[in-house]
């Protein structure tokens, strides 16, 4: 058969032949509609970025897959068949890109026939942006107060600054400073912790670079103060007891310590004392002082260094 004849054998009847395609397609899609099923996916929906370019939009975490096959393979398939990513590396300058969004198939998946996956959306709309780092100052703010009579002395970090990096209008107008919160509420005495910096950071595109964690230490000690004593009574110390005494000269003490102790303290009537022994006879004498206080306090100052004092015969009680 010549190339003539086997033109005329197709053109013959054409009309017909175009007819019979036409229902033999149409035949063929009804049969695949009726043995098919379409099931919907959420899977995560991952973003490679190996080159100086990242994201500079939030992007949704998941994205929904519809799968198109015949009933036996959709009791099988799983969420895990199926990996959804965004591949920026294919970009080379910054940017606002309409990024095709592509799937991986399980080997299981791949040979499935007939298979129909589409991706909702297809495409994601994605700022391209970028990449650049900073140091970002790390600041304290406690929260409430020591217990009674305690107080703050001093406080260090390691490390004082964080690195962060991401798109660079999220980075550049990213706030001047990291605050950590410590709470002091009842405390009495020196304590560490390791503030994580990941929850401070709100913004996803923000990624910590170095370190995750800021080690603080606190120093509390037991608050000190001053206390005054007014008009304290001198005791004398070795005194003939043919002679009595009277103090001329007030004095008063200045004695600092720990505030809850020192508060509740009430002073010895031996803190000061005055050394009479050398005293032989009646008269004026001007004699230094000692004090003496519990290891826990100190001696601050007086207000004088010396005191007055008059020594009279002591009365001779009569025999009854």
């Known amino acids: 058969m010549n190339l003539k004849n086997i033109f005329n054998s197709i053109i013959e009847n054409w009309f017909i032949k175009i007819i019979c395609l036409i229902i033999a397609i149409l035949l063929y899609s009804t049969y695949q509609s009726i043995s098919t099923e379409t099931k919907i996916f959420s899977v995560p929906l991952t973003v490679y970025s190996d080159r100086n370019l990242v994201p500079a939009n939030n992007i949704e975490k998941t994205i929904q897959i519809s799968v198109k096959t015949s009933p036996d393979n959709i009791s099988i398939l799983h969420q895990s068949d199926f990996k959804a990513y965004l591949d920026l590396d294919q970009y080379s300058i910054s940017g606002k890109y309409d990024v095709p969004v ?67 209008s999220v980075v550049d107008s990213f706030q001047d400073a990291i605050t950590i919160t410590i709470g002091l509420t009842e405390r009495e005495r020196p304590f560490n912790q390791n503030v994580p910096v990941s929850p401070l950071i709100k913004n996803p595109l923000i990624k910590i670079e170095e370190p995750t964690a800021v080690y603080t230490s606190v120093n509390i000690i037991p608050k000190q103060i001053n206390r005054t004593f007014q008009n304290v009574q001198v005791h004398f110390a070795s005194l003939n007891p043919f002679f009595t005494v009277k103090q001329e000269t007030p004095v008063s003490i200045v004695v600092s310590g720990n505030q809850n102790y020192l508060s509740a303290y009430s002073l010895s009537q031996y803190a000061i004392q005055v050394d009479c022994s050398s005293i032989d006879m009646t008269g004026t004498y001007t004699l230094p002082f000692t004090v003496h206080l519990p290891n826990e306090l100190t001696f601050v100052s007086a207000s004088a260094e010396e005191i007055t004092i008059s ?10």
């Open 102 to 168: 592509r799937i991986e198939l399980t080997p299981k998946v791949q040979v499935m026939e007939p298979l129909e996956v589409i991706a909702k959306p297809k495409k994601i709309p994605v700022m391209i942006e970028e990449k650049v780092s900073r140091l970002i100052p790390v600041e304290v703010l406690f929260t409430g107060e020591p217990a009674e009579g305690f107080e703050v002395i001093g406080t260090t970090m390691q490390p004082q600054e964080i690195k962060i990096s991401g798109p660079y």
């Open 311 to 320: 020594v009279d015969t002591a009365p001779i009680e009569e025999m009854p």
